[in-house]
């Protein structure tokens, strides 16, 4: 069986994130991740005669195209090298993630060869620096990184790898996070295939739907796992933001999957459906006016104006009953905050306001203590 390691995966979390290209000057402790690099044709790698050059290049490419490329360098004298460039993106805005080899994690403490503190070194330059302490951790980092690179604001990120670290055999379940999108068959798709007409749910990229979500062990836990109620789907998303994690989705044709009803139909009908979905906007903590303007929104897709109508009448009537709500009035006002922005700034706009809001919330869960027994989960996928 073949053994990856946590550079390998580093380089399927660049992959998965639609990197093209990393920029370095190669150096003993990012030689893991240059043979990771070397076993993928997808992202490319440039070598420089110089660190600077490396960063360079990565901050040019970001104001040109407004996706973020990496830079790269060892540990030390690599690393204060591509400062400049990373300053440099910091104060024009553009999207970068630069990556940085450093020592084993069991020298950090002494006044080893060439060993600087880099994270803190680089941290007044970037908007988000941080360092892997464990495997498990790196498919939410590389995600963050280049989530918050190209947040409203974009800038540069920073993750430092020690090399012991990078050589880390890491389990095969550990992936990169990409949640794929929801489709349905269309009226003339009646053998409800691949090939036929699908017409794409209403789902943002700033959330996953219902059984497509893959979670990290570590955030589920957090977010205090299922809450077994309508809309469930959406208050872990929101949880997750609140406490610094990033929840998304994309619409990669390799991950689509086929709903075999409308989302939100329910087995007695659209309407019962919609009804139910204006229940758990209520039962989530949405406003009346954030609801009104959702369903106004519903009303111009399919089933035209009853739809909408249907989702209104939904969240009014368990008002005018005065149904329970989710029992959290801090993360109530945590959504309508959300909502309110969504309103002023458009959806996506609003997210990453929010995401650059909440990324000094996040902080990699600590491993457990020696000899305790690991905390009982459900399967972090669902």
Request: proline fraction near 6%; charged fraction near 25%.
């Given at each position: 069986?073949?053994?990856?390691?946590?550079?390998?995966?580093?380089?399927?979390?660049?992959?998965?994130?639609?990197c093209e290209y990393?920029?370095?000057?190669?150096?003993?402790?990012?030689?893991?991740?240059?043979?990771?690099?070397?076993?993928?044709?997808?992202?490319?790698?440039?070598?420089?005669?110089?660190?600077?050059?490396?960063?360079?290049?990565?901050?040019?490419?970001?104001?040109?195209?407004?996706?973020?490329?990496?830079?790269?360098?060892?540990?030390?004298?690599?690393?204060?090298?591509?400062?400049?460039?990373?300053?440099?993106?910091?104060?024009?805005?553009?999207?970068?993630?630069?990556?940085?080899?450093?020592?084993?994690?069991?020298?950090?403490?002494?006044?080893?060869?060439?060993?600087?503190?880099?994270?803190?070194?680089?941290?007044?330059?970037?908007?988000?620096?941080?360092?892997?302490?464990?495997?498990?951790?790196?498919?939410?980092?590389?995600?963050?990184?280049?989530?918050?690179?190209?947040?409203?604001?974009?800038?540069?990120?920073?993750?430092?790898?020690?090399?012991?670290?990078?050589?880390?055999?890491?389990?095969?379940?550990?992936?990169?996070?990409?949640?794929?999108?929801?489709?349905?068959?269309g009226p003339t798709?009646?053998?409800?295939?691949?090939?036929?007409e699908l017409i794409?749910?209403?789902?943002?990229?700033?959330?996953?739907?219902?059984?497509?979500?893959?979670?990290?062990?570590?955030?589920?836990?957090?977010?205090?796992?299922?809450?077994?109620?309508?809309?469930?789907?959406?208050?872990?998303?929101?949880?997750?933001?609140?406490?610094?994690?990033?929840?998304?989705?994309?619409?990669?044709?390799?991950?689509?999957?086929?709903?075999?009803?409308?989302?939100?139909?329910?087995?007695?009908?659209?309407?019962?459906?919609?009804?139910?979905?204006?229940?758990?906007?209520?039962?989530?903590?949405?406003?009346?006016?954030?609801?009104?303007?959702?369903?106004?929104?519903?009303?111009?897709?399919?089933?035209?104006?009853?739809?909408?109508?249907?989702?209104?009448?939904?969240?009014?009537?368990?008002?005018?009953?005065?149904?329970?709500?989710?029992?959290?009035?801090?993360?109530?006002?945590?959504?309508?905050?959300?909502?309110?922005?969504?309103?002023?700034?458009?959806?996506?706009?609003?997210?990453?306001?929010?995401?650059?809001?909440?990324?000094?919330?996040?902080?990699?869960?600590?491993?457990?203590?020696?000899?305790?027994?690991?905390?009982?989960?459900?399967?972090?996928?669902?």
């Open positions: 069986m073949t053994t990856r390691t946590a550079a390998q995966l580093i380089v399927e979390c660049l992959i998965a994130e639609g990393v920029f370095s000057v190669p150096g003993e402790e990012t030689m893991d991740i240059l043979d990771a690099l070397s076993d993928h044709r997808v992202v490319r790698h440039i070598t420089t005669r110089h660190e600077q050059g490396a960063a360079f290049m990565a901050d040019v490419y970001g104001r040109l195209t407004g996706r973020a490329a990496v830079a790269m360098g060892t540990l030390g004298p690599g690393a204060t090298n591509l400062v400049t460039g990373i300053a440099d993106a910091y104060l024009d805005r553009a999207p970068m993630v630069a990556i940085t080899g450093q020592a084993s994690s069991d020298k950090l403490h002494k006044e080893a060869h060439q060993v600087v503190d880099i994270v803190r070194m680089i941290e007044p330059v970037t908007k988000w620096s941080t360092r892997v302490e464990r495997v498990e951790a790196i498919p939410e980092i590389v995600r963050k990184a280049f989530r918050v690179a190209i947040l409203e604001k974009p800038g540069p990120t920073h993750i430092e790898l020690p090399e012991n670290v990078a050589a880390t055999v890491v389990d095969d379940a550990t992936r990169p996070l990409v949640p794929g999108k929801a489709y349905f068959p798709n009646t053998d409800k295939g691949w090939k036929g794409p749910e209403l789902a943002g990229d700033e959330m996953s739907v219902g059984m497509t979500k893959f979670y990290r062990r570590e955030c589920f836990q957090q977010i205090g796992g299922f809450v077994r109620q309508v809309m469930w789907d959406g208050i872990d998303c929101h949880r997750c933001r609140m406490l610094g994690w990033l929840a998304s989705s994309w619409d990669d044709p390799e991950l689509r999957f086929i709903h075999l009803r409308p989302m939100g139909s329910s087995h007695k009908g659209i309407i019962t459906g919609r009804k139910r979905h204006g229940f758990g906007q209520y039962f989530m903590g949405t406003s009346l006016l954030y609801m009104t303007a959702s369903a106004a929104l519903r009303a111009t897709k399919t089933p035209y104006l009853v739809g909408g109508a249907a989702m209104w009448w939904g969240f009014v009537e368990s008002m005018l009953k005065s149904k329970p709500r989710f029992d959290d009035a801090e993360f109530r006002s945590f959504l309508r905050r959300y909502q309110w922005e969504c309103l002023i700034y458009g959806k996506r706009a609003a997210t990453d306001r929010l995401n650059e809001r909440q990324k000094h919330e996040w902080r990699a869960p600590a491993p457990p203590a020696t000899g305790s027994p690991s905390p009982s989960a459900p399967s972090p996928s669902a």
